[in-house]
């Protein structure tokens, strides 16, 4: 096994046994208002259908989310279902599709508030009895008003996530393919395809591409990057942002501004420089000298604003480092963090008061009635939350701002995805794609950015990967393919952002099955529907799961319209399809055959003439699966 083979081995099996253990070394507070215990929610009721049972409930003021539990008798004991996620168990509700039980088994439910994701949960409801079924016609109806307006859409999608913007500077990886060359590439297809405007990424204090063995981009050498923004001489600091200005410089010039996250230490500064993360040895311990600490901050910003003007730096965002709650990548304590916002909020707002900085970054939405504790007793700026969750559909962390009087502040979930596991078979299958528009339709209303983690395979944390479809985070493989969750999100920013009136009734309505209807200036209609499930014990679908819609449209104009239905599932523009996981890197003529399939599957259907302003259509619709229907006035 060679030197970096070795390494990637090691970072993973250390990465295996300690991702789940939180921050220690002092008292980790919750927050006051984690403490609260708020009552059950009301109007429990239990809809039994194919496969499923969708519970609904009235929502409950300062709840961010819900327990639901089950039991095999009315009496108990109650259990909270876990549907695989591997994250975070509560959902935001108020609705939700149980697809874990066994169909035809008799369950109850109940259902608990949560005021915080760490809280104490509440009182159960009364609970309600239901039957999962196992056999149904599993007809939904669908019914459109074209001219009846319903809102808008908040394209809160276009934040993306990326590992680290250093691969720009890299050469052949992966595949034989060249990194920095393809993940341009990505980000240009990002902004392009996903109308992307801002991504997140680690390690901007820290140049990974130091690593010994790297290859680099065509015309750079070693020396060329060894720009370290900290480094001390004879004991006095010296700021070097060479690299950043490299990297900003060409994500602005693809029409992309950073979210600037402050991490990792640089070795000159940290406490502990051999603690580290990842297979590039990203140092996670706090600083030896936080007044040094303060002044690169302060500097950076001061030179970010110097060199971009203010006008655009203020459309940025700094991000307090990454996940301080979890010990693999923050080796000191809650109260070290605190420290590290308290000094990097004072140092950006030193600069312009307009600047934008956030926290705590922290995975699986902890940690935040705890820092908005922090920062109202200290005063402290605090213009955004952000949080991580994974295999969920994220909570309403609102209700916790409005609890401490800070409803302008903004939320970003910085880092959201199908799964948290790195090598995860679930992030290359078609799974993910109702999965993302469920997350980005509970949203709406209750969060600003909802960043998917991340745009490329191109990704390193744990080592390079070994083959073509290796279970990547990316929603872009190697070699830019799209994956069922690309083409989810590029369906999505296709449609218009004028919602029109939609109504869903049937089995699994708004809980399994969802759908939003828009209108464009040019009269066209576009109805997107998606089935998808929380549960990845269903990754490979079900057929109990499968279902129908009858849909109709109406207050449509006197003339005919063209038609085209476009698919995501795993027969339709679905790479892997045409690949196998089993398979290692394609030939030559391979990558030709697979980027001829990267398409995405649309099919023109017969011409309608709506028959008193209505126009019928049936559809199929799996589990997983998503549809794309397209009316386009002739």
């Not at 874990?100 to 994701?117: E, H």
Request: net charge negative; charged share 20%; proline share 6%.
């Amino acid at each position: 096994m060679d030197t970096s083979s070795q390494q990637h081995t090691g970072a993973r099996a250390e990465w295996e046994e300690h991702i789940g253990q939180r921050s220690s070394g002092g008292a980790v507070s919750q927050g006051q208002y984690a403490t609260v215990e708020l009552p059950p929610p009301g109007g429990l009721t239990a809809e039994a259908g194919a496969g499923q049972v969708t519970l609904r409930w009235q929502p409950v003021p300062g709840a961010v989310g819900y327990l639901v539990q089950r039991s095999e008798s009315p009496s108990g004991p109650f259990a909270p279902i876990d549907h695989g996620g591997g994250d975070v168990i509560p959902v935001p509700g108020p609705v939700y599709a149980d697809t874990t039980g066994t169909p035809g088994r008799r369950y109850w439910y109940a259902v608990a508030s949560l005021s915080d994701v760490k809280g104490k949960p509440g009182k159960l409801t009364g609970p309600v009895e239901a039957q999962a079924g196992t056999s149904s016609p599993a007809l939904l109806n669908l019914n459109v008003k074209a001219r009846t307006a319903a809102g808008h859409i908040h394209r809160v999608w276009q934040m993306l996530g990326s590992e680290h913007l250093s691969q720009l500077f890299y050469g052949e990886g992966p595949g034989s393919n060249n990194i920095g060359a393809e993940f341009a590439q990505a980000l240009r297809i990002a902004r392009a395809e996903l109308g992307a405007t801002h991504i997140r990424a680690h390690a901007i204090l820290t140049t990974p591409a130091r690593l010994a063995g790297v290859a680099l981009a065509d015309g750079l050498t070693q020396e060329d990057i060894e720009h370290p923004v900290y480094h001390e001489v004879n004991g006095e600091p010296r700021y070097d942002f060479t690299n950043i200005d490299r990297i900003y410089d060409d994500l602005l010039e693809i029409g992309l501004r950073p979210v600037v996250e402050l991490s990792f230490m640089p070795r000159d500064l940290a406490s502990d420089p051999d603690a580290t993360v990842f297979a590039y040895r990203g140092i996670i311990s706090p600083p030896r000298d936080w007044k040094r600490w303060e002044a690169l901050i302060h500097r950076l910003a001061a030179h970010l604003v110097e060199r971009y003007g203010i006008e655009e730096v203020t459309q940025w965002g700094f991000e307090v480092w990454n996940e301080p709650n979890l010990k693999v990548f923050w080796s000191g304590t809650q109260e070290e963090y605190f420290r590290l916002y308290e000094l990097s909020a004072r140092a950006i707002k030193s600069v312009d008061e307009r600047l934008l900085v956030g926290g705590p970054s922290s995975a699986a939405a902890e940690w935040i009635s705890a820092l908005l504790d922090f920062v109202r007793g200290k005063q402290l700026p605090l213009d955004f939350v952000s949080t991580h969750t994974y295999g969920n559909l994220p909570l309403d962390i609102r209700q916790a701002l409005k609890a401490y009087g800070c409803e302008n502040v903004k939320i970003w979930w910085t880092e959201w995805g199908v799964s948290p596991t790195h090598f995860a078979a679930v992030d290359d299958e078609a799974f993910g794609a109702p999965f993302v528009l469920h997350g980005m339709k509970s949203i709406q209303g209750r969060g600003d950015a909802l960043s998917y983690w991340v745009i490329s395979d191109h990704f390193e944390e744990l080592g390079r990967p070994s083959k073509l479809l290796h279970g990547g985070f990316g929603l872009l493989t190697i070699g830019n393919l799209r994956k069922p969750r690309f083409w989810a999100l590029a369906l999505l920013q296709d449609m218009g952002t004028d919602l029109v009136r939609l109504d869903l009734q049937g089995d699994g309505a708004g809980s399994l099955v969802d759908a939003w209807a828009t209108r464009k200036a040019d009269g066209s209609i576009d109805i997107l529907a998606w089935n998808g499930t929380l549960d990845q014990s269903k990754v490979q679908g079900s057929p109990l799961l499968n279902r129908r819609l009858r849909i109709s449209i109406e207050q449509l104009e006197d003339r005919p319209y063209h038609c085209s239905l476009a698919r995501v599932d795993a027969r339709h523009s679905n790479i892997a399809a045409h690949w196998q996981s089993e398979r290692d890197w394609p030939t030559a003529a391979q990558w030709k055959q697979l980027h001829a399939a990267d398409k995405l599957d649309e099919q023109s259907l017969p011409d309608v003439k709506p028959t008193g302003s209505i126009a019928h259509f049936d559809l199929e619709l799996p589990m997983p699966g998503v549809l794309r229907l397209r009316l386009t006035p002739g």
